[in-house]
Nanobody
Framework: QAQLVESGGGLVQAGGSLRLSCAASGIIGSINAMDWYRQAPGQQRELVATVTSGGRTNYADSVKGRFTISRDNAKNTMYLQMNSLKPDDTAVYYC??????????WGQGTQVTVSS
């Protein structure tokens, strides 16, 4: 049974940092892209950052220069280092992995709250 377990969320003051982790287990096949999404109350879920199997990264404009996505393929684990956090970054952050166009998985979400 495939499972994604996120950790590292919490409450932080504006300007602070958090590091999210996403550990994948029970995955059959190679993981292609790994992504972080977020969803704020009353908002649509949005893509925050992506890292491909080859290590290429892409970021939403709102987090460029502040967030860094990375992955450890040997551990099937992905990270999101978030620096210079702003209240607008408050959301539930979701881990997402893509095995193929027919198979992907989502984590349960972890809350990040940034106080002003």
């Amino acid at each position: 049974q495939a499972q994604l377990v996120e950790s590292g969320g919490g409450l932080v003051q504006a300007g602070g940092s958090l590091r999210l982790s996403c550990a994948a287990s029970g995955i059959i096949g190679s993981i292609n892209a790994m992504d972080w999404y977020r969803q704020a109350p009353g908002q649509q879920r949005e893509l925050v950052a992506t890292v491909t199997s080859g290590g290429r990264t892409n970021y939403a404009d709102s987090v460029k220069g502040r967030f860094t996505i990375s992955r450890d393929n040997a551990k099937n684990t992905m990270y999101l280092q978030m620096n210079s956090l702003k209240p607008d970054d408050t959301a539930v952050y979701y881990c997402h992995i893509v095995i193929s166009i027919y198979r992907d998985y989502w984590g349960q979400g972890t809350q990040v709250t940034v106080s002003s």
